[in-house]
Structure formats: structure tokens, C-alpha cells
């Protein structure tokens, strides 16, 4: 069987099956304005066709927020022409296309910074959108699970929330490596016996301090009844906020995508926060602010291995795994100066359920550098915990079963495994 339909293997052909299902498929049924764009680009593979995705990502996005402020029907009466109220200006994505922008512009710095590391990003993105978008329709027949409105979230909004999310993830990355970029620039003045007289710095504004507050307790805020009928407050789960304040003083670059797209896109500026009883959201209002939290709330978990996940319904669960997953296709500068070196791999996907995950990732090398078997090790253990037991399991606990592993030519390899409520794992 092919993607995405399981069993299906992700490797060195995959950019064109993912290619195919993008131009073919009638799922993507709120692409509008980038349906031109993506029937331009070649069956070949993602990483060639870098002006083409870098033109394709602001119109991809502005269709998906199309889709989403089109569902919402406090914002345009009935017979109006929808579309020519919305535009990328208005949506502010010319605006987050900046931040773009300078993201791409810097990947250059980032390859030569960290060769061993960095990785394409862009590419990236369009592939987590398109692997996600196939398991969300196939494997989770179009809907995720949350708070009690979940229900009320149409497939084609979850889909536009998976666009946003999925193309938007990473762009926070350049801020994370700021720091390597240090430690490279003080070894090699260093070396040429220098001495470093300062670091690149940054910092946030103070003006927008209660701004990144608001958001981050937006992304840590639930909706509940009020005493009113059809009436909604947000509850601060404080957990949460405690987490994603933790994950922003390291500047984990999942949050920092979050404060950069809440900030760019008015979609997000105009996000319903019931911040006392005075004035409770209406049942629309909840639902509204439900999308937008689960959007910004999934891109913030994907790099916060102190969220603990109990189903893998969840769109924030979703976007981990199908980041994870995509492991293929992304060799790093070493790799590709040294063309004789490359390690390839392929992710196997031999099911794919609500209920039941089995990956498995085959690398092609022979063996594990130390560096390699650390990162293995490091992988295993974010799974074991983000899916450890904490408040709110369910008793009995679901019957979960939930199979990663990573596997070298030789057969060393790292497993999680979660079968029976009970975890095994297994090290190089």
C-alpha cells in the first residue's frame, strides 16, 4: 500500500508520493490561491524546488486561515463574497512572511555554524503538512479530540489548523541557535588568538512582555461552563502555564513559533480570552478560542518534553510524531559535502490507528558513532516521558499500544514500547 493509506515506508522516493497525493487528491479542498503554485512543482523531491515552496508557503497559509475565518460566522453575514474580504495583508501573512524571510535568509548562517546538525527546514514543513494531513483523514477520519466542544470543530477546520500549525512549527529555530553561533564564533577568534569581546544578543522587548504573558496563558487556559447557560469561561491550567513559561526561558523554538505567530497574524491577535466572570464567552466565542489555543498550543508542546500526552488523538501528540517521523530526506551539510557518507533512512509506518502506532525507523549506517547513539538515546527517552502516567489518566487506563523504534544495518537499535499500560524501553 502507498501513503497514506498503512503500511507505508517514507524514504528516498517519498517526496514523490507526497508530491502526488498533494496534486491529486481531492482532500486539500481549501487550497485556493496556492492550487496553481503546488501543480508547478516537479515529482521529483522537495529540496530542489526551493523558490517554488518558498512562494508557495504564504498562499498555503493564507488558504488555511481562509478556511478557518470562513467556519466562524460572527465574522461575515450570509451572501457576502468572502474572499475578496480576506487577503494575505489582511490576515497579516505578508507580515509573517517576513519573519519568514529572515528565517530562510539565516538558514545559510545556521549550515555553516552547525554542518553536523542543521538541517532544511522549509522542505521540512511542507512534508510535516502533507504526512499529517494524509494520517488525519485516513487514519483519524478528520477529527482530533479535546475540551468538550471538540465535537463542534469541522474536518475542514482541523485541517486548516493543521496547515497553520505544520507549516509554522519551526519558524522560531534561528532564535535556539543563536547560542551555537556564539560557541563557534568564540573558538575560532580563540584559535586565531583572539579575544572575544562580546556575543550576539538579543532580547525581547519590554513593551511586549504582557503580550507573550497573554499568549501563554491562552495556550495554558481551557474552556469551561459558566453558571450561565451556553456561557464560557477559560480556566488557567497551571501546569500548563508553568511548562511553556519553563520552555520559553530556554527559548525552546516551539514557543518562540508561537509568541512569533501570534504576534504576525491577526487571526491570532483577535483570540477570545475570558479573563473573569464579568463577561463569559458565548458557545461560538469558546469554540473559536478552542481552534486557535489547540493551533498555538500544539506548535508550543512540540519541543516541551514536559507535556505529558494520554491519548494520541491530540493534535499536539499528532504533530510530535509526524515531526519525529520525518527523519528521512533531510541530510545534513556534512552529509551532503561528503556525498559517499550519506546516511539515508526510511520511516516505516506499519500502522497507524487512534489507538494503536507502530513506526519503525531503518538508518543506513552500519554502525553508531557515540553522537548517533546519544541522539537515539535522547529520542527514546522524550517518548517514555511524555507518555508517562500523570493527573487526569484514565481508570482504567486506555488501551494504548504504541511501538518506536530506530534500527541500524547491523540491528542495534532503541525501542519504545507501550503495550498493556505498561512501557518497556530498550537503549543502544
Not at 512534508?127 to 468538550?148: M, P, Y
Not at 535556539?176 to 572575544?196: D, V
Not at 486506555?398 to 507501550?418: A, D, H, Q, R, T
Given at each position: ?29 481549501y ?99 502533507i ?11 478528520g ?66 512582555l504582557?503580550?507573550?504573558?497573554t ?23 497551571n ?33 477570545d ?41 491530540t ?62 538515546v ?51
Amino acid at each position: 500500500m502507498g501513503f497514506p493509506t498503512y503500511p507505508f515506508s517514507l524514504g528516498e522516493t517519498a517526496d514523490r508520493e507526497l508530491i502526488q497525493y498533494l496534486q491529486t487528491s481531492k482532500a486539500f479542498g481549501y487550497i485556493e490561491s496556492a492550487r496553481s503554485g503546488i501543480h508547478e512543482l516537479h515529482l521529483e523531491n522537495f529540496g530542489g524546488q526551493y523558490k517554488k515552496l518558498k512562494d508557495l508557503w504564504p498562499l498555503v497559509l493564507t488558504d488555511a486561515l481562509r478556511e478557518l475565518k470562513k467556519h466562524d460566522p460572527r465574522e461575515w453575514p450570509e451572501g457576502k463574497n468572502f474572499n475578496s474580504f480576506f487577503h494575505e495583508h489582511s490576515l497579516g501573512v505578508t507580515e509573517l512572511q517576513e519573519v519568514f524571510t529572515g528565517f530562510t535568509e539565516f538558514e545559510g548562517m545556521l549550515y555553516g555554524v552547525a554542518p553536523d546538525r542543521y538541517r532544511d527546514h522549509l522542505a521540512h514543513a511542507f512534508r510535516v503538512w502533507i504526512i499529517g494531513h494524509g494520517l488525519l483523514k485516513n487514519c483519524f477520519q478528520g477529527a482530533l479530540s479535546t475540551d468538550e466542544l471538540d465535537k463542534s470543530i469541522t474536518e475542514q477546520e482541523w485541517e486548516g489548523m493543521w496547515a497553520i500549525a505544520a507549516l509554522c512549527h519551526d519558524v522560531g529555530y534561528p532564535l535556539a541557535a543563536i547560542e551555537r553561533i556564539n560557541q563557534q564564533a568564540r573558538t575560532t577568534l580563540r584559535n586565531l588568538g583572539l579575544t572575544p569581546a562580546g556575543d550576539l544578543r538579543f532580547a525581547f522587548s519590554q513593551q511586549m512582555l504582557p503580550f507573550h504573558d497573554t499568549i501563554i496563558k491562552l495556550i495554558s487556559s481551557k474552556p469551561v461552563k459558566s453558571n450561565e447557560e451556553n456561557k464560557y469561561l477559560t480556566h488557567l491550567q497551571n501546569k500548563y502555564y508553568l511548562k511553556f513559561l519553563k520552555s520559553f526561558d530556554r527559548l525552546d523554538h516551539g514557543i518562540v513559533s508561537t509568541l512569533l505567530i501570534s504576534k504576525a497574524l491577526v487571526y491570532f491577535l483577535e483570540s477570545d480570552l475570558s479573563h473573569d466572570s464579568r463577561k463569559p464567552l458565548g458557545q461560538e466565542d469558546a469554540r473559536q478560542f478552542l481552534i486557535r489555543r489547540e493551533i498555538l498550543r500544539g506548535i508550543a508542546a512540540h519541543t516541551c518534553p514536559d507535556i505529558y500526552h494520554l491519548k494520541f488523538t491530540t493534535f499536539s501528540f499528532l504533530l510530535f510524531i509526524v515531526d519525529e517521523l520525518q527523519c528521512w530526506g533531510r541530510p545534513t551539510l556534512d552529509e551532503l559535502q561528503n556525498k559517499s557518507e550519506i546516511r539515508q533512512s526510511t520511516a516505516h509506518v506499519k500502522e497507524f490507528t487512534r489507538t494503536r502506532i507502530n513506526i519503525q525507523i531503518d538508518t543506513d549506517d552500519e554502525n553508531w558513532d557515540d553522537g548517533q547513539r546519544k541522539g537515539v538515546v535522547s529520542q527514546i527517552n522524550r517518548l517514555h516521558r511524555m507518555l508517562r502516567l500523570a493527573v487526569d489518566t484514565p481508570t482504567p487506563a486506555p488501551e494504548l499500544y504504541l511501538k518506536f523504534s530506530i534500527v541500524n544495518k547491523n540491528g542495534e537499535k532503541g525501542e519504545f514500547l507501550l503495550v498493556n499500560n505498561e512501557i518497556k524501553v530498550l537503549l543502544p
